[in-house]
């Protein structure tokens, strides 16, 4: 390695290390909260929560979807000075991102192994490296353009348009009853790629597709304490593969491939869909 390169790695590591201290409070807060289960919650494999805890008020049947519908739901508003950020592809591939180099990772940020914030990233990692169901497509991204490329490449096209849920003046409830104030909206596409984030010292999104099997909606609620958020939903139509200790099957009931499971979707999660 040159002097240059050895140079550049070495200050890409300190903006991973002055993000990292953001992180750690937002993980510290994370395993206070359970913040972490609603903000990540798992959507596709095991959940290893014992309890449901409130956070997980954002999973829906399919039939509730009408005008005047009213369900506790759950939303969460991150602070955007403690929000990790996404790296630029150049920082992000000097960073190594694997399970197999976790030891190196904590000795890297002198973060202990068994700590919750290393098992938080052990998790992700983990998450990071399942191999996709039938029919789908996955991967992790940590920084924009890659994740543009790699949904690009699943869409085959250039042209994309992201989707996001908006909070408008969210009160100190995070979990509140919510009306449907208009009828829903379904978003017509054939193809999307949904991206959630993940615990991990700097930005990572674990995204993935699954043509023609979900649907998805725009939904304006109305809180009782007063706030209005503009929320997007996905709707999971077939869901034989996944796991059947899938947490939203212990929210809603029943079991792989008996229903739809729809959920909304945290404020900093994306939806890409083709634009017109």
């Known amino acids: 390695m040159t002097m240059a390169s050895s140079t550049c790695s070495f200050i890409f590591y ?3 290390l002055i993000q990292f ?8 807060k994370s395993q206070k909260t359970d913040h972490y289960e609603e ?17 997980l008020n954002v999973f829906f049947h399919v039939n509730d979807l009408y005008l005047g519908k009213k369900m506790p739901i759950y939303f969460a508003v991150n602070d955007p000075s403690t929000t990790p950020r996404l790296l630029t592809r150049e920082q992000s591939d000097s960073i190594p991102f694997s399970s197999k180099r976790l030891a190196y990772l904590l000795e890297l940020i002198s973060l202990a192994a068994g700590s919750p914030q290393a098992l938080a990233m052990e998790q992700t990692l983990k998450q990071c490296e399942l191999e996709a169901t039938p029919g789908e497509t996955r ?3 940590s920084s924009l353009e890659s994740m543009l490329d790699l949904t690009r490449g699943i869409m085959g096209m250039d042209k994309l348009k992201a989707l996001t849920t908006n909070i408008h003046n969210l009160s100190n409830t995070l979990l509140q009853e919510y009306t449907f104030l208009k009828e829903p909206m379904e978003i017509n596409v ?14 990572v999104y674990y ?12 939904i304006s609620l109305g809180g009782e304490s007063g706030n209005i958020v503009d929320a997007i939903a996905v709707c999971h139509m077939d869901t034989s593969n996944w796991d059947s200790d899938h947490v939203a099957f212990r929210v809603l009931g029943g079991q ?14 994306i939806v890409w869909i083709p634009s017109p």
């Open 207 to 218: 995204c993935h597709g699954q043509k023609g099997y979900n649907r998805v909606f725009e």
């Open 256 to 269: 792989p491939g008996s229903s739809p499971v729809c959920h909304f979707l945290p404020a900093d999660n």
């Open 39 to 55: 903000n990540h919650i798992d959507i596709y494999g095991k959940n290893d929560i014992n309890d449901l805890d409130p956070a």
């Open 14 to 16: 300190v903006v991973f």
């Open 190 to 203: 054939s193809d999307m790629v949904a991206c959630h984030t993940m615990a991990y010292p700097y930005a």
């Open 139 to 141: 991967f992790c991204a």
């Open 21 to 28: 201290c953001s992180a750690r409070e937002i993980m510290d």
